[in-house]
């Protein structure tokens, strides 16, 4: 299946920014999201990106896509100790049905 | 709001014996999937259905069996428990159906923590 990367581990102060990167091998991806995962928890949708676009800023969250690349990045301004868990990036092609996902980012925000 | 509603939470398993997770979602949604979860590994899909009667195979379907009952439900049976399958498993499911267009969110159950000894 398609190639989904992330780096396992981020660890920033309460106050900071935080960057979660991810790169994706699949030049056809059509949507491309961000999930978060708290402990004993399902996935829930943090913030999704179109393929045509390269940049989405939803509150504190700020999505950059650069295709070229098929690198991807989640931005948490004000990073707060409620933003820490594991932040999953996903991306779907033409045949929808399917998600593929990353290894999972565990962020850790230090008070 | 149930949502997606995954039965049991937590199960142990001796080595070759069988059992069906089951998952449910009230959202009217076409698709559904099983995940599987392994530290350092992400999720990985193991079946998914695209609508009522229809399966197929994801990533790593072997050892698994799957059965969409109806539009509500999707099971997922482990025939002969093995320790690798020793993960937490999780169902989700999303509005598409076939060849979609616009955009999609998967929603997912709480999880199924499975300990095969």
């Known amino acids: 299946g398609e190639d989904v990367e992330q780096s396992l581990f981020l660890s920033v102060r309460e106050g900071d920014s935080s960057v979660i990167n991810c790169t994706y091998t699949?030049?056809?991806?059509?949507?491309l999201y961000w999930y978060k995962q708290e402990p004993g928890a399902g996935l829930q949708l943090l913030t999704y990106?179109?393929?045509?676009?390269d940049m989405k800023q939803d509150q504190r969250l700020t999505v950059l896509l650069n295709k070229k690349d098929k690198h991807l990045s989640l931005r948490i301004a004000d990073t707060q100790t409620g933003d820490s868990a594991i932040y999953f990036c996903?991306?779907?092609?033409?045949?929808?049905?399917?998600?593929?996902f990353g290894s999972g980012t565990k962020l850790n925000v230090k008070p | 709001n149930a949502g997606v509603t995954q039965t049991p939470k937590f199960q142990v398993l001796k080595t070759g014996q069988s059992m069906t997770l089951q998952c449910a979602q009230d959202?009217?949604?076409?698709?559904m999937y099983w995940y599987r979860q392994d530290p350092g590994m992400g999720l990985r899909l193991i079946y998914y259905?695209?609508?009522?009667?229809?399966?197929d195979k994801g990533e790593v379907p072997n050892g698994y069996n799957v059965s969409r009952l109806n539009k509500r439900e999707f099971s997922l049976r482990l025939e002969s428990a093995a320790p690798s399958q020793t993960s937490v498993y999780f169902c989700?499911?999303?509005?598409?159906?076939?060849?979609?267009?616009?955009?999609?969110?998967?929603?997912f159950g709480q999880g199924t923590r499975l300990t095969v000894v």
């Open positions: 989700a499911s999303s509005p598409l159906s076939g060849q979609g267009v616009g955009n999609t969110e998967a929603f």
């Open positions: 699949d030049s056809s991806s059509t949507y």
């Open positions: 990106i179109f393929s045509n676009m």
């Open positions: 996903a991306e779907s092609t033409g045949n929808f049905n399917k998600f593929y």
């Open positions: 959202m009217n949604h076409n698709s």
């Open positions: 259905s695209a609508s009522e009667g229809t399966t």
